[in-house]
């Protein structure tokens, strides 16, 4: 027995006579030299001559004992509805660990004794909820958290409010059961078990909206979401109930693209009425990829911060940001301990340019992921654990305690308030039915179901709880279940004649102007500028002023090189043809925002977009100083060293508003694989499952150099078979994304500005140069760039002659490679035509081309790729269906890695592949 137990058992003083005089000789002494955090909060003067024993001396150890209920008193709290199912150390928590017995008195918080402190201490931090705080390292801020959670803590919940909180769960449960009856064999992942999570996304609006904020947007799991939807978020019922028949969500007109989603991944954008005010919500849609949409939220909250003015966001870090918009997030445990991408969220949370002023976090803690234990699920005793890594405070609540999941909720939004950080809410519950409600979960949970199956639901606990305490009664309940039974009954009836809405793409009125493009032909955009602007551009965008201290490498080869190519009219090279194109948006008033791993500079030090001064590390952006005017504005973010996180933000931005232009580059081009889930649950198909339009460009820089199987290859095979461009007939603008491979700066240029002047957006990748950032033949004239001038998907040979009778198709940087051999090889019977857009298919530009050879008799598909990688895969039927014709095939052979590693074999491979285009 310990000696806690001991003393709480009534033992002597005696008892524990020994150990107390041990751990008071060796404590006290210790404890003096604490001036810090016994004068603070026990306010009592050290005195040198103190002996041990006396009240001053135990009021240390109590002050002790007050820390550790203060950082530990979770380990002893009521916060699990089924069972206790730690084992944490709770040694510090025991009185006589401190030398303490319950008897005695100190004057800690009044003169009291040690066994009225422990009960006050037990009440405020061991009851059904509790918090841990210890991980800030700010003291002010840890003080703040631990006295607004004892003040909470003391609070009672009003009538009124009581009320409100059980006709929420009643209604909830009102809704599971109908479901349940209507719809017998339907996956509708249930809020039964977890009801409590409505009152707290209820409060929490409404205490966000007391302080000011106008809107809030949010993303969850399934878990729930019909139940917030229905009861919260003024979701209709008849549009739900078509989904749940398999009835389509969007007009005939969009469903030339669409395939729709599931019902677990509905959104909605909707005004809520809190008094006499109004909060706009937008909970965004979630793909069935685990806490992949945590970073889209964030991203799209700051771009809608950033739309709002919501902020100064030409600051690294502001402490009024986030005062309009608020990032909300739902997050189930076992998937918020395990994904790595909550990690890589949380840990950008407080950087610059990712910073959205805190998000508020809310775990439905079922304690159980599918059929996987807790202890089986994280090395770590709670779910929220990854949050201690930011100093984020944690929330712990028991989920049968709405009034307490209320409290927690009124605590996390003041905090957020006031510090403007992340904080986590973690709410304890059980799952009534199983990972779904078709699943049986006492194959593998027997135990735990026998205790869910003999409780009462969490809405007849505290129904129960209120008509003893005579704050409700039955009748009213009854009237409650009546009339929402009524009501469901009533929109089920109704839903078939509903027709789908047809305000189908994203909510807002950026996006009013912006339409679902024809698919019977591929549009062309004037994207060209003047020469005096795009002189104008270039010139800026190294204009630096007199008190900079540049250095001297950069005020060589990029300020002065770049000034006199203007001047002299010389071609354009990758980076200011870049410049060009980000200039001359922001002219017109687009924002651009340029993101990714050491973008600044650029990983081949090509960009230089920003400049840092030698002497104090001034940073300066030139191309946000063009005139005294300027709307448009360039963002440069240089990232945190994540892909999936990063590439998720993005999303989120460039799904919020259409006149930002949202770039996100690769170090290299395979480095996107580790945001896969993000690029095929989102950027891919993201306009198809929810017509959210995305106007994100991806650059990933692609091109065998000899460098080994990573890094040459941006896996370009992937993205084409991601696309919906048809083998049979041709497609045009209705295909999902472009997958483009320019050789040349002005196709770049005109590629980035056509994603802006289009009136719809769509998803644009780009296999980017390296060797060619700096290669004289890919550098374009100024005319290429003029007005009039604009993209071309497949790029001529003006040099082969109209006889020709072999044609080489080829694209990006391999075509140089090709020019070169075929001069060497005099082979003037030879044509290259390179097709810069291999997605939309350019069917017509290429039966342009070949009209020019009257004479081709040989074709040849030619890539530096392997065979089972790069376009092959997908040009080749297209030839063969479209056109009418078989190329043959020109490329390394199938490998296992997209490239070797040894140079003699890299060195074999491309005399082969010569040899076999040209043969």
């Known amino acids: 027995m310990s000696i806690f137990n001991l003393v709480l058992s009534g033992a002597s003083r005696n008892s524990c006579r020994i150990f107390r005089s041990s751990v008071i000789s060796q404590r006290f002494y210790r404890y003096k030299q604490d001036v810090y955090g016994y004068k603070n909060s026990a306010n009592v003067v050290i005195q040198e001559n103190e002996s041990p024993g006396s009240k001053q001396e135990l009021t240390y150890a109590a002050h002790k004992l007050k820390e550790a209920y203060e950082s530990h008193g979770h380990k002893l709290a009521t916060i699990y509805p089924l069972k206790n199912i730690t084992h944490l150390n709770t040694e510090e928590l025991d009185p006589a660990y401190h030398g303490l017995n319950l008897q005695d008195k100190v004057l800690l918080q009044g003169d009291l004794s040690v066994e009225n402190l422990v009960k006050k201490l037990q009440n405020t931090f061991c009851g059904n909820s509790s918090v841990e705080a210890s991980m800030i390292d700010?003291?002010?801020?840890?003080?703040?958290?631990?006295?607004?959670?004892?003040?909470?803590?003391?609070?009672?919940?009003?009538?009124?409010?009581?009320?409100?909180?059980?006709?929420?769960?009643?209604?909830?449960?009102?809704?599971?059961?109908?479901?349940?009856?209507?719809?017998?064999?339907?996956?509708?992942?249930?809020?039964?078990?977890?009801?409590?999570?409505?009152?707290?996304?209820?409060?929490?609006?409404?205490?966000?909206?007391?302080?000011?904020?106008?809107q809030v947007v949010f993303g969850m799991p399934h878990r729930g979401r019909n139940n917030l939807l229905h009861g919260e978020l003024n979701y209709p019922a008849q549009v739900m109930f078509r989904k749940m028949k398999g009835l389509r969500e969007f007009p005939e007109e969009a469903m030339s693209i669409a395939v729709g989603d599931v019902l677990s991944h509905l959104d909605v954008s909707t005004d809520v009425k809190i008094e006499d005010r109004s909060l706009h919500v937008t909970l965004v849609q979630n793909p069935s990829h685990l806490?992949?949409?945590?970073?889209?939220?964030?991203?799209?909250?700051?771009?809608?911060?950033?739309?709002?003015?919501?902020?100064?966001?030409?600051?690294?870090?502001?402490?009024?940001?986030?005062?309009?918009?608020?990032?909300?997030?739902?997050?189930?445990?076992?998937?918020?301990?395990?994904?790595?991408?909550?990690m890589e969220a949380l840990n950008m949370s407080r950087l610059p340019h990712f910073d959205v002023g805190g998000t508020i976090h809310l775990i439905v803690n079922n304690l159980l992921g599918f059929t996987t234990p807790p202890h089986h699920g994280r090395s770590t005793p709670y779910s929220s654990d990854i949050g201690k890594m930011i100093g984020c405070p944690v929330i712990h609540v028991n989920g049968d305690s709405p009034e307490d999941v209320v409290k927690a909720a009124q605590l996390a939004t003041e905090y957020r308030h006031k510090f403007r950080k992340d904080i986590i809410v973690d709410m304890l519950c059980y799952r009534r039915w199983g990972h779904n409600e078709m699943d049986d979960p006492t194959f593998t949970q027997p135990l735990t179901y026998k205790m869910v199956e003999n409780r009462k639901s969490v809405p007849q606990l505290y129904v129960d709880k209120l008509m003893a305490d005579d704050v409700?009664?039955?009748?009213?309940?009854?009237?409650?279940?009546?009339?929402?039974?009524?009501?469901?009954?009533?929109?089920?009836?109704?839903?078939?004649?509903?027709?789908?809405?047809?305000?189908?793409?994203?909510?807002?009125?950026?996006?009013?102007?912006?339409?679902?493009?024809?698919?019977?032909?591929?549009?062309?955009?004037?994207?060209?500028?003047?020469?005096?602007?795009?002189?104008?551009?270039?010139?800026?965008?190294?204009?630096?002023?007199?008190?900079?201290?540049?250095?001297?490498?950069l005020l060589k080869t990029h300020v002065t090189s770049r000034l006199d190519k203007l001047r002299a009219n010389g071609d354009i090279d990758w980076s200011l043809a870049e410049a060009f194109a980000f200039g001359s948006l922001m002219h017109q008033n687009f924002d651009v925002r340029l993101c990714g791993q050491d973008v600044g500079r650029g990983t081949f030090s090509h960009r230089h977009d920003f400049l840092v001064d030698q002497v104090d590390g001034t940073v300066i952006i030139p191309l946000n100083h063009m005139h005294e005017n300027q709307k448009g504005h360039l963002e440069i973010v240089n990232s945190l060293l994540s892909e999936e996180a990063v590439l998720g933000f993005e999303y989120g931005m460039s799904i919020e508003n259409p006149n930002r232009l949202i770039v996100w580059e690769a170090q290299f081009g395979d480095f996107f694989n580790g945001a896969q889930i993000v690029i095929d649950t989102m950027v891919t198909s993201g306009e198809a499952k929810w017509m959210y339009q995305s106007g994100l460009v991806m650059l990933l820089p692609h091109g065998y150099d000899g460098a080994g199987p990573e890094h040459s290859s941006c896996r370009i095979?992937?993205?084409?078979?991601?696309?919906?461009?048809?083998?049979?007939?041709?497609?045009?603008?209705?295909?999902?994304?472009?997958?483009?491979?320019?050789?040349?700066?002005?196709q770049y240029f005109h590629l980035l500005r056509r994603q802006m002047l289009r009136n719809f957006r769509k998803p644009l990748i780009v296999a980017s140069p390296k060797i060619l950032l700096r290669f004289p033949p890919a550098m374009s004239p100024m005319k290429d760039f003029e007005e009039g001038t604009t993209f071309q998907p497949v790029i001529g040979d003006d040099r082969a002659p109209k006889s020709a009778t072999n044609i080489i198709f080829c694209s990006g940087k391999h075509y140089y490679a090709l020019e070169k051999e075929r001069a060497q090889r005099k082979r003037d019977d030879t044509a290259i035509l390179r097709l810069e857009e291999l997605c939309p298919f350019p069917t017509s530009a290429i039966q342009r081309e070949l009209a020019k050879y009257p004479s081709v008799k040989y074709f040849v598909w030619s890539q530096e790729e392997p065979r089972n990688m790069g376009p092959w895969g997908f040009v080749a039927p297209r030839f063969e269906n479209l056109l009418g014709i078989q190329p043959k095939f020109a490329g390394r052979p199938c490998l296992p890695a997209p490239a070797v590693g040894i140079g003699q074999i890299h060195n074999e491979q491309i005399q082969n592949l010569m040899q076999d285009t040209f043969s």
Not at 138 to 151: D, H
Not at 311 to 334: L, P, Q, W, Y
Not at 516 to 521: E, N
Not at 529 to 551: D, M, Q, T
Request: hydrophobic content about 30%; some cysteine; glycine content about 8%.
């Open 138 to 214: 700010n003291v002010e801020e840890r003080s703040w958290v631990l006295e607004k959670f004892a003040e909470l803590h003391k609070t009672e919940i009003s009538k009124d409010d009581k009320q409100n909180i059980c006709s929420m769960l009643v209604k909830s449960e009102v809704l599971d059961n109908f479901l349940a009856t209507k719809f017998p064999t339907l996956k509708r992942y249930a809020c039964e078990g977890a009801e409590s999570m409505l009152s707290f996304v209820h409060y929490m609006l409404r205490y966000l909206s007391s302080q000011g904020a106008e």
């Open 291 to 342: 806490e992949a949409q945590n970073a889209v939220v964030a991203g799209k909250c700051r771009g809608r911060q950033q739309t709002l003015g919501d902020g100064d966001f030409s600051t690294e870090s502001d402490t009024k940001r986030g005062e309009k918009v608020v990032c909300f997030t739902i997050h189930g445990d076992a998937a918020f301990a395990g994904q790595g991408v909550v």
């Open 472 to 553: 409700i009664t039955n009748d009213i309940i009854e009237k409650w279940k009546s009339e929402e039974s009524e009501h469901l009954n009533g929109e089920l009836k109704g839903c078939e004649s509903v027709e789908p809405d047809p305000n189908y793409l994203q909510s807002g009125s950026s996006w009013q102007n912006m339409m679902i493009p024809r698919t019977d032909s591929i549009s062309q955009w004037d994207t060209g500028c003047s020469a005096a602007l795009l002189r104008y551009v270039g010139a800026k965008s190294v204009e630096i002023p007199e008190w900079f201290n540049i250095h001297e490498h």
């Open 717 to 746: 095979e992937r993205f084409l078979q991601c696309t919906n461009s048809s083998e049979t007939h041709v497609d045009g603008d209705g295909v999902n994304m472009s997958v483009c491979h320019p050789t040349t700066s002005a």
